[in-house]
Protein backbone atom coordinates (compact mmCIF):
# COMPACT_ATOMS: atom_id res chain seq x y z
CA UNK A 1 0.00 0.00 0.00
CA UNK A 2 2.44 2.18 -0.64
CA UNK A 3 1.59 5.59 -1.03
CA UNK A 4 3.99 7.28 -4.02
CA UNK A 5 5.63 4.42 -6.43
CA UNK A 6 8.62 4.46 -8.89
CA UNK A 7 9.61 2.18 -10.97
CA UNK A 8 12.49 1.43 -12.04
CA UNK A 9 14.35 2.20 -8.68
CA UNK A 10 18.23 2.11 -10.54
CA UNK A 11 18.69 2.58 -14.20
CA UNK A 12 21.78 2.58 -15.71
CA UNK A 13 22.19 3.18 -19.80
CA UNK A 14 24.51 4.79 -22.34
CA UNK A 15 24.33 8.35 -23.60
CA UNK A 16 21.87 8.77 -26.56
CA UNK A 17 18.89 6.32 -24.99
CA UNK A 18 15.53 6.86 -25.04
CA UNK A 19 13.95 5.87 -21.44
CA UNK A 20 11.13 6.06 -18.90
CA UNK A 21 10.21 6.45 -15.63
CA UNK A 22 7.14 5.32 -14.39
CA UNK A 23 5.18 7.07 -11.29
CA UNK A 24 1.62 6.08 -9.29
CA UNK A 25 0.63 7.40 -6.17
CA UNK A 26 -2.54 5.72 -5.07
CA UNK A 27 -3.52 9.01 -2.25
CA UNK A 28 -6.28 10.77 -4.64
CA UNK A 29 -4.16 13.71 -4.89
CA UNK A 30 -4.66 16.39 -7.63
CA UNK A 31 -0.89 17.11 -8.40
CA UNK A 32 1.84 15.53 -9.30
CA UNK A 33 5.43 16.43 -9.92
CA UNK A 34 8.79 15.63 -10.83
CA UNK A 35 11.99 16.82 -9.60
CA UNK A 36 15.86 15.93 -10.24
CA UNK A 37 18.10 16.07 -7.30
CA UNK A 38 21.83 16.39 -8.14
CA UNK A 39 24.87 14.91 -6.55
CA UNK A 40 25.01 17.96 -3.94
CA UNK A 41 21.39 17.04 -2.76
CA UNK A 42 19.97 20.24 -4.78
CA UNK A 43 16.46 19.61 -5.19
CA UNK A 44 14.56 21.36 -8.26
CA UNK A 45 11.36 20.85 -9.67
CA UNK A 46 10.90 19.82 -13.44
CA UNK A 47 7.16 19.59 -13.69
CA UNK A 48 3.94 20.02 -12.23
CA UNK A 49 1.21 18.54 -13.56
CA UNK A 50 -2.93 18.27 -12.33
CA UNK A 51 -5.55 17.50 -14.77
CA UNK A 52 -5.60 21.20 -15.53
CA UNK A 53 -2.04 22.71 -15.91
CA UNK A 54 1.06 21.58 -16.56
CA UNK A 55 3.93 23.81 -15.55
CA UNK A 56 7.63 22.95 -16.93
CA UNK A 57 10.79 24.73 -15.47
CA UNK A 58 12.34 26.71 -18.38
CA UNK A 59 15.38 25.36 -17.34
CA UNK A 60 14.62 21.75 -18.29
CA UNK A 61 15.37 20.23 -21.87
CA UNK A 62 12.55 19.90 -24.06
CA UNK A 63 14.14 15.94 -24.04
CA UNK A 64 12.35 15.65 -20.88
CA UNK A 65 8.53 14.83 -21.39
CA UNK A 66 6.04 14.23 -18.36
CA UNK A 67 2.68 12.10 -20.03
CA UNK A 68 -0.11 11.41 -17.65
CA UNK A 69 -2.08 8.39 -18.63
CA UNK A 70 -4.77 9.22 -15.81
CA UNK A 71 -4.96 11.39 -12.45
CA UNK A 72 -2.59 8.40 -10.22
CA UNK A 73 -0.07 8.61 -12.86
CA UNK A 74 3.00 10.95 -13.93
CA UNK A 75 5.74 9.10 -15.84
CA UNK A 76 8.81 10.88 -17.20
CA UNK A 77 10.30 10.24 -20.45
CA UNK A 78 13.78 11.24 -21.44
CA UNK A 79 15.25 11.24 -25.39
CA UNK A 80 18.85 11.38 -25.85
CA UNK A 81 20.17 11.15 -22.32
CA UNK A 82 23.20 12.95 -21.95
CA UNK A 83 25.84 12.01 -18.91
CA UNK A 84 24.44 15.67 -16.96
CA UNK A 85 21.23 13.57 -16.59
CA UNK A 86 22.56 11.14 -14.17
CA UNK A 87 21.00 12.26 -10.78
CA UNK A 88 18.16 10.92 -8.42
CA UNK A 89 14.17 11.58 -9.89
CA UNK A 90 11.57 12.13 -7.43
CA UNK A 91 8.39 12.04 -8.21
CA UNK A 92 5.40 13.18 -5.99
CA UNK A 93 1.90 14.53 -5.23
CA UNK A 94 -0.42 17.07 -2.93
CA UNK A 95 -3.24 17.86 -2.52
CA UNK A 96 -4.72 21.16 -3.84
CA UNK A 97 -2.63 21.86 -6.51
CA UNK A 98 0.34 21.90 -4.46
CA UNK A 99 -0.78 23.98 -1.54
CA UNK A 100 -0.94 21.04 0.65
CA UNK A 101 2.51 19.02 1.46
CA UNK A 102 3.97 16.77 -1.06
CA UNK A 103 4.63 13.21 -0.62
CA UNK A 104 7.68 11.83 -2.55
CA UNK A 105 8.45 8.72 -4.09
CA UNK A 106 11.33 6.61 -3.43
CA UNK A 107 13.16 8.15 -5.76
CA UNK A 108 15.08 6.64 -9.32
CA UNK A 109 18.81 6.63 -9.29
CA UNK A 110 19.72 7.31 -13.27
CA UNK A 111 23.08 6.75 -14.14
CA UNK A 112 24.02 7.89 -17.82
CA UNK A 113 27.62 6.03 -19.07
CA UNK B 1 11.75 32.78 -9.03
CA UNK B 2 11.97 32.54 -5.23
CA UNK B 3 15.17 31.47 -4.07
CA UNK B 4 15.20 29.90 -0.95
CA UNK B 5 18.66 29.62 1.22
CA UNK B 6 19.65 27.28 3.72
CA UNK B 7 22.68 27.62 6.63
CA UNK B 8 24.29 26.14 7.72
CA UNK B 9 25.34 23.35 4.74
CA UNK B 10 26.58 20.93 7.11
CA UNK B 11 26.12 20.60 10.61
CA UNK B 12 28.36 18.42 13.18
CA UNK B 13 27.33 18.49 16.64
CA UNK B 14 27.45 16.65 19.74
CA UNK B 15 25.04 14.69 21.04
CA UNK B 16 22.83 16.48 23.99
CA UNK B 17 23.55 20.01 22.61
CA UNK B 18 20.71 22.19 20.82
CA UNK B 19 21.23 24.37 17.54
CA UNK B 20 18.90 26.34 14.58
CA UNK B 21 18.84 25.71 10.93
CA UNK B 22 17.78 29.07 9.23
CA UNK B 23 15.63 29.14 6.28
CA UNK B 24 15.47 32.30 4.46
CA UNK B 25 12.92 33.14 1.23
CA UNK B 26 13.33 35.78 -1.31
CA UNK B 27 9.81 36.95 -1.97
CA UNK B 28 6.62 36.53 -0.31
CA UNK B 29 5.55 33.29 0.54
CA UNK B 30 2.52 32.09 2.54
CA UNK B 31 3.73 28.38 3.37
CA UNK B 32 7.11 26.50 4.35
CA UNK B 33 7.77 23.25 4.51
CA UNK B 34 10.31 21.38 6.45
CA UNK B 35 11.35 17.75 5.48
CA UNK B 36 13.94 15.29 6.37
CA UNK B 37 15.80 13.12 4.10
CA UNK B 38 18.08 10.08 4.92
CA UNK B 39 20.76 8.77 3.13
CA UNK B 40 19.41 7.23 0.11
CA UNK B 41 16.49 7.47 1.04
CA UNK B 42 13.51 9.67 0.17
CA UNK B 43 11.90 12.65 1.46
CA UNK B 44 9.91 12.66 3.94
CA UNK B 45 7.49 15.61 5.51
CA UNK B 46 8.11 17.07 9.10
CA UNK B 47 6.55 20.51 9.48
CA UNK B 48 3.88 22.70 7.30
CA UNK B 49 3.86 26.40 8.69
CA UNK B 50 0.93 28.25 7.56
CA UNK B 51 1.14 31.80 8.72
CA UNK B 52 3.03 34.19 10.33
CA UNK B 53 4.54 33.38 14.00
CA UNK B 54 3.47 29.61 13.34
CA UNK B 55 5.21 27.27 15.83
CA UNK B 56 5.19 23.73 15.41
CA UNK B 57 6.65 20.77 17.22
CA UNK B 58 7.74 17.26 17.19
CA UNK B 59 9.84 15.06 19.53
CA UNK B 60 12.94 17.32 19.49
CA UNK B 61 12.35 19.33 16.86
CA UNK B 62 10.67 22.56 16.49
CA UNK B 63 10.11 25.22 13.46
CA UNK B 64 8.98 28.80 13.26
CA UNK B 65 8.27 30.82 10.66
CA UNK B 66 8.43 34.95 10.62
CA UNK B 67 6.86 35.86 7.44
CA UNK B 68 7.81 39.47 7.73
CA UNK B 69 11.53 38.61 7.65
CA UNK B 70 10.96 36.21 5.42
CA UNK B 71 12.97 33.25 7.47
CA UNK B 72 11.83 29.80 9.13
CA UNK B 73 13.69 28.17 11.87
CA UNK B 74 14.19 24.45 12.51
CA UNK B 75 15.46 24.24 16.19
CA UNK B 76 17.41 21.06 17.53
CA UNK B 77 16.82 20.04 21.42
CA UNK B 78 19.02 17.54 23.00
CA UNK B 79 19.89 15.95 19.74
CA UNK B 80 20.54 12.59 19.67
CA UNK B 81 22.26 10.76 16.51
CA UNK B 82 18.82 9.37 15.08
CA UNK B 83 18.42 12.72 14.17
CA UNK B 84 21.42 12.63 11.45
CA UNK B 85 19.86 13.39 7.83
CA UNK B 86 19.59 16.19 5.66
CA UNK B 87 17.06 18.35 6.25
CA UNK B 88 15.54 20.82 3.74
CA UNK B 89 12.93 23.71 3.93
CA UNK B 90 10.78 24.63 1.06
CA UNK B 91 8.77 27.71 0.32
CA UNK B 92 5.84 27.79 -2.06
CA UNK B 93 5.83 29.93 -4.54
CA UNK B 94 3.97 31.24 -7.69
CA UNK B 95 1.85 28.81 -9.56
CA UNK B 96 1.85 26.63 -6.04
CA UNK B 97 5.34 25.53 -7.09
CA UNK B 98 7.70 24.37 -4.26
CA UNK B 99 10.97 25.98 -4.45
CA UNK B 100 13.69 24.21 -2.00
CA UNK B 101 16.41 25.34 -0.17
CA UNK B 102 19.90 23.83 -0.86
CA UNK B 103 19.47 21.36 2.35
CA UNK B 104 21.20 21.38 5.75
CA UNK B 105 23.08 18.15 6.45
CA UNK B 106 23.06 17.47 9.90
CA UNK B 107 25.86 14.76 11.79
CA UNK B 108 25.31 14.02 15.35
CA UNK B 109 28.10 12.70 17.26
CA UNK B 110 28.25 10.56 20.08
Known amino acids: DTAVSQTPKYLVTQMGNDKSIKCEQNLGHDTMYWYKQDSKKFLKIMFS???????INETVPNRFSPKSPDKAHLNLHINSLELGDSAVYFCASSRLAGRETQYFGPGTRLLVL | ELKVEQNPLFLSMQEGKNYTIYCNYS?????LYWYRQDPGKSLESLFV?????AVKQEGRLMASLDTKARLSTLHITAAVHDLSATYFC??????????FGTGTSLTVIP
Open chain 2, 27 to 31: TTSDR
Open chain 1, 49 to 55: YNNKELI
Open chain 2, 49 to 53: LLSNG
Open chain 2, 90 to 99: AALGTGNQFY
